[in-house]
Every structure is written in structure tokens, then in C-alpha cells.
């Protein structure tokens, strides 16, 4: 999937790109961004700029220091500075803050500066991702890839739950304030290959639904975006396990995204894994990271409908709990659910003949038909 849409990309004339739409509010919102490196995070930036939005944009410290990785983030700050009349005032409304999601001590800091420099912060985004690539059992080979998993679940769970905790106390002060979590369907559909990926993001969004409940009668939103898993796979680090032997494509057709990714990495010399030119690359047994280098107009073609989606959403008045982004999404998780309910129905009179004490519910389960919750919810007794 990933890689038809980069030949897409590659091979398509350039596409106008509609202008974005916000919600109606009325007056300049704060935007919080964990992570505003990606090809995604800026061309969001650059939209919310010049909508008036003012954005405290996160810099993770291991991310800004990489060159290529920054480059774009870089060449937004020059157009902030260049006195462009289309510009004017963007450098005034953006913050660049240095700071380390996986430490609670410093998303403090980073939140507190965000609110002296522009006095509140009314939507915070979560996006910082990563991806890890192996099998479960690729992932437990060496002490190595075992501190993979740890490192996943840092940078995807714990960095955002940090800045979340964070933020929640200002939020909850001024009774408003709405949270975005962008993971992806991977939250609903496992995927061989990232197993530890999934398992991460299924870890955050059921934090955030639980969270959700919480903070509703603080006037608080919660809202879950989910594009396809490539949109936040190939916009930032992609980490590879050594692979054995037994899970090959040729052996283990399963963990096939492995291969996908690897050739999308691949298409940049710069990036290329295994390039025999390169013999620092050329080792099959160690552990390889890259950021993906993909096309200007492919990195606009996967991330503007995801981008677009947020501008939409974010300080909406009645935001979705959940926002699937895209066909593909939406077909791939009602798929599942589909799958699941077929399931759930196959095995109903399994699930039921554990039930000590029948009930209404239990023998409406069984036969499809209707009870009424309200008179359950009063402890009424099965109807005769």
C-alpha cells in the first residue's frame, strides 16, 4: 500500500491542494504540538500560521540536532524571519521549545514556557511516533532488542502521557481546552511486523479513553485521529530489528511490512539498508534506524488529507472522540469491527453458558431480541 502510493506520488502531475478549513472560534487559538518535525507537523504549522494561530512547537533534542530531519522545520523559521508580506507576524507567533518528552520534568518546563510566552494553551497535540520493525520474537533476541520495546513504548506511550499530565492542570483551571492524540488505525487493527508498535499505540488510546471520561465535566475534549499506519511510519523514525531467518518473506509471508518499508527506505541512496556501497550499512546483524527521505510532493500527497483533518477538528466546539482519516482507514477498521461481530456472535452461546444467574440480557444475547435496560438497571427479575 505504501509503496503504490510513493509511486503515485512520484509519477502524478502536481495536484492543487484545497484550502483548509477551521472551526469557528473567536480569537486566536494556542496550539501545543509534542513533536513539530515531521513532514506532517509542519505543513500543519504553516497553516495555522497563516490562519493567526500561535504555535508552541516541540523540539525533541535527538531530532532537532539531525540535519536532514530538521531541514524542513528550519526552512519555516527562515520564512518566519524573511519579512515576506505573506509572513508577516508568523515569527511572532511561533515558539521553538527544546524539550524531551520521555522526561516528565521537562514537558513541564516546556508547557510553562509555552504559557509565559503566549499566556494559555488551548489545544495540545500528541504527535510523536516512531516505529519499530521486527517480529515479537525478533524483538527478543539480545539485550539489545529488547531495550527496542522499552524505547517504543517511551517514545509513543509515556512521552505523551507526560505531556498530557502536563498540560491537564492549566486545561482544567480555565475550563477548556481540547487534547488530540494522533496514532493511527494500527489503535484498531494489529499489524505482523510492528507488533511492539501496535501494542504501544493501543496502550495510549486506551489511556485516552479512559482519560476522556475524566475530564469531561472540566469542559475538556478528547479527540483520537487516525489516519492510514503509513501516514506517521514513513513521516518519522523507522528502527529495524535484525531479522531471522525464519520469518524471511520467502518463509513467513506475515510480517511482510518489513520488506515494505525496507523499499521505501531504499529509494533514497542516503538511506539505502544493506547498500553495498555503504559498508557501514552492509551489516545484516545490527540494529538500523533511518528517517525516511521521500519526495517534497509525496510527503504533501500522504499527509495533507491527515493535516487538513486536524485544522478542522482541533478547538472544535463538539469534537469526535475518534476521527478516522481516509477511505482506506475507514474500510480497513469497519473490516475488523465486521470481523469481530461475526465472531462475537458465533461464539454467543459459549460466552452466555458461563453466566451463573440467567438473566433478561443473557437470554436476549442468545435469541437476538431486545430487553429493557432500564428495568434490568432497577434489578428487576427475568420476565416470566
Known amino acids: 500500500m505504501a509503496e503504490r502510493k510513493m509511486s503515485e506520488a512520484a509519477s502524478a502531475a502536481k495536484i492543487p491542494i484545497p484550502a483548509a478549513s477551521f472551526p469557528t472560534h473567536n480569537s486566536p487559538r494556542v496550539w501545543f504540538l509534542t513533536s513539530s518535525l515531521s513532514p506532517l507537523a509542519v505543513r500543519l504549522i504553516r497553516l495555522l500560521l497563516a490562519h493567526g494561530d500561535y504555535v508552541a512547537a516541540g523540539l525533541p533534542p535527538h531530532e532537532i540536532e539531525d ?23 508568523w515569527k511572532d507567533r511561533i515558539r521553538g521549545i527544546r524539550c524531551d518528552g520521555r522526561v516528565m520534568g521537562q514537558c513541564g518546563a516546556a508547557v510553562a514556557e509555552a504559557v509565559e510566552v503566549f499566556g494559555r494553551i488551548d489545544i495540545l497535540l500528541c504527535c510523536t511516533s516512531e516505529a519499530v520493525v521486527g517480529t515479537v520474537e525478533e524483538l527478543s533476541t539480545s539485550a539489545a532488542t529488547q531495550n527496542l520495546v522499552r524505547d517504543q513504548f517511551e517514545t509513543i506511550f509515556f512521552s505523551q502521557v507526560n505531556f498530557i499530565k502536563a498540560t491537564l492542570p492549566l486545561l482544567r483551571e480555565k475550563h477548556t481546552g481540547h487534547l488530540i492524540i494522533l496514532t493511527g488505525i494500527g489503535g484498531h487493527i494489529g499489524t505482523p511486523g510492528t507488533p511492539m508498535y501496535s501494542a504501544a499505540t493501543w496502550a495510549l488510546e486506551g489511556y485516552c479513553d479512559s482519560l476522556a471520561y475524566e475530564i469531561a465535566p472540566f469542559n475538556i475534549k478528547l479527540t483520537i485521529v487516525q489516519p492510514n499506519k503509513e501516514i506517521s511510519v514513513l513521516t518519522n523514525k523507522i528502527t529495524f530489528a535484525p531479522q531471522l531467518p525464519q520469518y524471511e518473506s ?90 469481530v461481530s461475526e465472531e462475537l456472535e458465533d461464539f454467543v452461546e459459549v460466552s452466555c453458558a458461563v453466566d451463573i444467574f440467567k438473566s433478561d440480557v443473557g437470554r436476549a444475547a442468545l435469541s437476538g431480541a431486545k430487553v429493557d435496560a432500564h428495568a434490568v438497571s432497577l434489578g428487576a427479575g427475568p420476565s416470566s
Not at 540535519?67 to 507576524?89: P, Q, T, V
Open 67 to 89: 540535519e536532514d530531519r530538521s531541514a524542513e522545520f528550519r526552512e519555516l523559521i527562515n520564512e518566519c524571519k524573511s519579512g515576506r508580506r505573506d509572513r508577516e507576524g
Open 250 to 339: 520467502s518463509i513467513n509471508p506475515a510480517p511482510g511490512l518489513r520488506d515494505i518499508l525496507t523499499n521505501v527506505v531504499n529509494l533514497h541512496p542516503e538511506t539505502r539498508i544493506n547498500d553495498p556501497s555503504r559498508p557501514s550499512s552492509s551489516k545484516k546483524n545490527k540494529i538500523v534506524s533511518r528517517y525516511p527521505r521521500l519526495p517534497s510532493e509525496a510527503r504533501d500527497r500522504l499527509v495533507m488529507e491527515t493535516v487538513h483533518a486536524l485544522t478542522a477538528i482541533g478547538g472544535h466546539e463538539n469534537p469526535p472522540a475518534r476521527h478516522i482519516v481516509g477511505f482506506e482507514g475507514v474500510n480497513s477498521v469497519k473490516e475488523k469491527l465486521k470481523t
